[in-house]
């Protein structure tokens, strides 16, 4: 029996993730051959830490072998945080990303900036201008696509500043730690998946 689909495992998975005080962000299942990788990417307002990780992948461990849909195929659970290139399409994604730069598509124009504060329905973005960063007022209404951008030193602190500072919990771009970006089983390390932690079942 091959592994259940994913709208099959955000059934069994959702509540139980919710409970532990995370949302469920996006389940992706890959086959090859007869091994399959379940990957369950999940957040909260403070972040995913690799203990929280850990401790969460043996609760989801937990709950597939109590059901018949995992039979007796081999599977790799992963539970990790959303990495960066996520589309941020709800307010808590927003939320989450205050202080980190982003790429917005407008449809009449693109547009780089830091995320501000959602206030309301509008997101404010810190954009750069001739005299300094300025926050600009973006109506959510307005955005087509918006995805985290790739940040390798610290970002600067009048725009941080006007953003809003980060949330709790989150690492500023230039300053993560040797926890925060997962390492394959290759060895390689993978900027898009932080804070990764990996079952064999």
Known sequence: M????????????????????????????TAAGKHSTVRLMVDSDAGLGLDEAARLSRLVSEAFDAVSDFGESPYMLEVTSP????????????????????????????LVGRVGELVG????????????????????????AATLEVEFNPPNARELELAGGLPD???????????????????????????ETKVDK
Not at 121 to 141: F, K, S, T, W
Not at 169 to 195: F, L, M, P
């Open 169 to 195: 919990g989150r690492v500023c771009a230039g300053e993560i730690d040797e926890n925060a970006v997962g390492v394959d089983e290759d060895g390689s390390d993978d900027e898009d998946e932080v804070n």
């Open 121 to 144: 329905e509008e997101i404010r973005i810190v954009v750069p201008d001739r005299n300094g960063p300025v926050v600009r007022a973006v109506p959510l209404a307005q955005v087509r």
């Open 83 to 110: 990495g960066i290139g996520r589309p941020l399409t709800l307010d808590r994604h927003w939320r989450r990303a205050q202080g980190r730069k982003v790429r917005l598509d407008l449809g009449t124009e693109s």
């Open 2 to 29: 091959p592994v259940p689909p994913p709208e099959r495992i955000v059934e069994l998975v959702s509540d139980l993730i919710e409970r532990e005080g995370y949302d469920l962000e996006d389940v992706v299942v």
